[in-house]
């Protein structure tokens, strides 16, 4: 089985900056993509921004220019570097892993349990 484990939410203030982790960790032999999604109360959970397994990102557009993803292979490690926050930014942050199944490798996507980001003054 896989686990993903995240970490470095918290209360900011408007300007203000966090980092996101999130390891991946279990029966794991190569990871197509990591990414970060988002939800706020009552609306629709969104893409943030996905990192691939040679490095090329994509990003929403209300976060380009703001928001940083990067990716650490040896350790399955993803980040997501977020600047210059809003309060729109608000939101519960899930890490997402998309993994090969063996022995098809169709790939099966995986989720963290969740941090919560609150940007507010």
């Given amino acids: 089985q896989?686990?993903?484990v995240e970490s470095g939410g918290?209360?900011?203030?408007?300007?203000g900056s966090l980092r996101l982790s999130c390891a991946a960790s279990g029966s794991i032999f190569s990871i197509n993509a990591?990414?970060?999604?988002?939800?706020?109360?009552?609306?629709?959970?969104?893409?943030?921004?996905?990192?691939?397994?040679?490095?090329?990102?994509?990003y929403a557009d209300s976060v380009k220019?703001?928001?940083?993803?990067?990716?650490?292979n040896v350790k399955d490690t993803v980040y997501l570097q977020m600047n210059s926050l809003k309060p729109e930014d608000t939101a519960?942050?899930?890490?997402?892993?998309?993994?090969?199944?063996y022995p098809t490798y169709l790939p099966s996507d995986y989720w963290g349990q969740g941090t919560q980001v609150t940007v507010s003054s």
């Fill in 2 to 4: 896989v686990q993903l």
């Fill in 92 to 101: 519960v942050y899930y890490c997402n892993a998309r993994i090969p199944t």
């Fill in 10 to 15: 918290g209360l900011v203030r408007p300007g």
């Fill in 34 to 58: 990591m990414g970060w999604y988002r939800q706020a109360p009552g609306k629709q959970r969104e893409l943030v921004a996905v990192i691939a397994s040679g490095g090329s990102t994509n």
């Fill in 65 to 72: 220019g703001r928001f940083t993803i990067s990716r650490d």
